[in-house]
């Protein structure tokens, strides 16, 4: 049986440069950006492994464009999983470049070792 949904809660944490995503209170993924000469970069994103599935990430990409539609300039996107909520929510597509050639890797080494 699969776990009933949790309520995901999304904040922008701008000390770290970090989208946050909580359940229950405790922080389970981000997605780091980066802001140079008034640009906005989404550079990656992480969920933790046992919170994958469950549409942490999709909060986080939805979250962070609609922030990025709010300050009315571009964001660069070096974040695959952005990329593709992008590509599948082209209500977005205006308020980001997206070149894929220049795409950061999302898995981290932690995924690595655990054979993902």
């Keep these: ?8 809660e999304v904040r922008k944490d ?16 981000n997605l780091a950006y980066e802001t140079t000469g008034g640009r906005i970069s989404l550079t990656h994103s992480y969920v933790d492994e046992d919170q994958r599935h469950r549409g ?15 300050s009315q300039t571009k964001a660069g996107v070096y974040c695959g999983f952005v990329a593709d909520y992008v590509e599948d929510h082209p209500e977005f597509e205006d308020a980001v470049d997206v070149n894929r050639s220049s795409l950061i890797a999302t898995r981290t080494s932690r995924d690595s070792i655990k054979g993902h």
């Design 56 to 70: 942490v990430a999709s909060a986080l990409a939805r979250f962070a464009l609609e922030d990025v539609q709010k």
């Design 14 to 29: 701008e000390t770290a440069r970090l989208y946050e995503a909580l359940i229950d209170g405790q922080v389970v993924g």
């Design 1 to 8: 049986m699969e776990p009933s949904p949790a309520t995901v």
